[in-house]
């Protein structure tokens, strides 16, 4: 597979992710009035578990060098940093009086590199077919 034709499914993918959490952080947030960290703690998950799917099983389909339980640990390790660069980011820009709203979108383009480098040198590495123990 070319590397764009991966990138644009790695975009997919996120769509998928960041749209399903959007959604989800507005009823939240705004239709059930929660705090926005414990909002977007619920868009994430949500999120976070349809992007695994779509990345694994759709844009990194042909790297299966690790087993099922190591790519899984590798993405959640990665997220989990990533989580925590993101709450702190999202949380100093409403400190600056910007929405949450627009924090998603600031943040989701610093996090559409960041999680593309990870995801395919670590996450779903490219091993030549061979398995990685």
Do not use: N
Request: with cysteine; net charge positive.
């Amino acid at each position: 597979m070319t590397s764009l034709a991966r990138f644009s499914k790695y975009l997919v993918g996120g769509s998928v992710y960041f749209w399903l959490g959007y959604l989800v952080f507005a009823i939240c947030y705004s239709g059930l009035h929660w705090h926005w960290f414990w909002s977007k703690v619920m868009a994430d998950v949500l999120g976070w578990s349809a992007g695994y799917v779509v990345q694994r099983f759709w844009t990194f389909k042909d790297r299966v060098s690790l087993s099922e339980m190591q790519h899984a640990g590798r993405y959640v390790f990665i997220e989990s940093i990533g989580f925590g660069l993101d709450y702190i980011l999202i949380w100093a820009l409403k400190a600056m009086g910007i929405t949450p709203y627009i924090g998603f979108f600031i943040s989701a383009g610093f996090f559409t590199i960041w999680s593309y480098l990870w995801y395919k040198h670590w996450v779903f590495p490219e091993t030549g077919g061979r398995k990685i123990k």
